[in-house]
């Protein structure tokens, strides 16, 4: 059975720095690309970044990019994601998805519970 | 970068049809996956690539992708369909980054 399991969520102050991972399980994580996905309270779902599966390739959303950075330990089946400069708009519950088929363009099969991350003094 | 636009909401009876349309410049060239995501809970994968279902997933649900427009239909709508939905693309001209439309609100009667 296909298993992701975030954590390291939690409260932290503005211009604070915060570090996500992402266990998996069940299934070949070095065949896959993953991604990150949040979704502020109340609102929609926001592709963050991902990242191929030899860590070689990795893509950002924006309003990220110079703050965040996505990275992937294959030996031990985790995903992180470490998030620097933190903003009250970066409050969220970041969820972490798996890209099917081994390819980058791909629908997110399978997602974690979700972690939330709160911004705020 | 690139925009996919959904309604906000939309009501069905149970038993009808509920139609979600997600709206993109050119939408047709890409393919578009469903998300189904219930209060609390992570999403979950309903269609993919325009029309294909995941198993697991009832028939009741399908999809289409033409022009501008891409639409998620559930036949014979049940209490349990009540969520959100999200579409999403992948915008390959913008490295490789992931869209998701606003998302629509399903409301059973």
């Known amino acids: 059975e296909v298993q992701l399991v975030e954590s390291g969520g939690g409260l932290v102050q503005p211009g604070g720095s915060l570090r996500l991972s992402c266990a998996a399980s069940?299934?070949?994580?070095?065949?896959?690309?993953m991604s990150w996905v949040r979704q502020a309270p109340g609102k929609g779902l926001e592709w963050v970044a991902n990242?191929?599966?030899?860590?070689?390739?990795?893509y950002y959303v924006d309003s990220v990019k110079g703050r965040f950075t996505i990275s992937r330990d294959n030996a031990k089946n985790s995903l992180y994601l470490q998030m620097n400069s933190l903003r009250a708009e970066d409050t969220a519950v970041y969820y972490c998805?798996?890209?099917?088929?081994?390819?980058?363009?791909?629908?997110?099969?399978?997602w974690g519970q979700g972690t939330l991350v709160t911004v705020s003094s | 970068s690139y925009v996919l636009t959904q309604p906000p909401s939309v009501s069905v009876a149970p038993g009808k049809t509920a139609r979600i349309t997600c709206g993109g410049n050119n939408i047709g060239s890409k393919s578009v996956h469903w998300y189904q995501q219930k209060p609390g809970q992570a999403p979950v994968l309903v269609i993919y690539?325009?029309?294909d279902r995941p198993s697991g997933i009832p028939e009741r649900f399908s999809g289409s992708n033409s022009g501008n427009t891409a639409t998620l239909t559930i036949s014979r709508v049940e209490a349990g369909d009540e969520a959100d939905y999200y579409c999403q693309v992948w915008d390959s001209s913008s490295d490789h980054q992931a869209v998701f439309g606003g998302g629509t609100k399903l409301t059973v009667l």
């Open positions: 069940g299934f070949t994580f070095s065949s896959y690309w």
């Open positions: 990242i191929k599966q030899d860590g070689s390739e990795k």
């Open positions: 998805a798996r890209a099917g088929f081994g390819v980058v363009i791909a629908p997110f099969d399978y």
């Open positions: 690539y325009d029309s």
